[in-house]
T-cell receptor
Framework: AQSVTQPDIHITVSEGASLELRCNYS??????LFWYVQSPGQGLQLLLK??????LVQGIKGFEAEFKRSQSSFNLRKPSVHWSDAAEYFC???????????FGKGTSLLVTP | ETGVTQTPRHLVMGMTNKKSLKCEQH?????MYWYKQSAKKPLELMFV???????ENNSVPSRFSPECPNSSHLFLHLHTLQPEDSALYLC????????????FGPGTRLTVL
């Protein structure tokens, strides 16, 4: 079954520093991959998605992610983090049924001054 | 109202109570979903409805009963819940099924005493 692993439970970065959140997927064919963000007390907001084509995907809020088939990875990056980026980040892959998303356990981002 | 709305935002209930969670999407989508988000666990898909027909049910206990009267509304009826059912319940919608972006509501924080 398709699954994703987010190896880092917590990450702390300084404001203005660059960020990379890791996501590894398990899927036989080309996966449909997503990154969502969840602020405290809120639902999930889509940052970006990858279905096919250009392996570098641009998203909202200055985020980007790169699909690397050879590494089974879809890491999320941002060149300069803002304090408002502190949140929980989830990587997800489309399930076999096509309807559901299989989510990772999430990475909690803390931004320090 | 825009996007996906959920009511109530917070709910406290006893194990013998009956309550319902409501979700409404204002996006003209055809598919709706219920997810459960528990602490330290990945989001778990509970139910999927496509064009008001249930297309996926992930072995959810019968004390959770979904209802989709039309493509804009989704309910989750709760009865005789257990304390371990306390969680954030998220509703989502998408245009179709396969790989379509899911848009999430803010969730209902449920506490079962």
């Amino acid at each position: 079954a398709q699954s994703v692993t987010q190896p880092d439970i917590h990450i702390t970065v300084s404001e203005g520093a660059s960020l990379e959140l890791r996501c590894n997927y398990s899927y036989g064919a080309t996966p449909y991959l997503f990154w969502y963000v969840q602020s405290p007390g809120q639902g999930l907001q889509l940052l970006l998605k990858y279905f096919s084509g250009d392996t570098l995907v641009q998203g909202i809020k200055g985020f980007e992610a790169e699909f690397k088939r050879s590494q089974s990875s879809f890491n999320l990056r941002k060149p300069s983090v803002h304090w408002s980026d502190a949140a929980e980040y989830f990587c997800a892959v489309r399930s076999n049924s096509g309807y559901a998303l299989n989510f990772g356990k999430g990475t909690s981002l803390l931004v320090t001054p | 109202e825009t996007g996906v709305t959920q009511t109530p935002r917070h709910l406290v209930m006893g194990m013998t109570n009956k309550k319902s969670l409501k979700c409404e999407q204002h996006l003209g989508h055809n598919a709706m979903y219920w997810y459960k988000q528990s602490a330290k666990k990945p989001l778990e898909l509970m139910f999927v409805y496509s064009l008001e027909e249930r297309v996926e049910n992930n072995s959810v206990p019968s004390r959770f009963s979904p209802e989709c009267p039309n493509s804009s509304h989704l309910f989750l009826h709760l009865h005789t819940l257990q304390p371990e059912d306390s969680a954030l319940y998220l509703c989502a919608s998408s245009q179709g099924g396969w790989g379509d972006t899911q848009y999430f509501g803010p969730g209902t924080r449920l506490t079962v005493l």
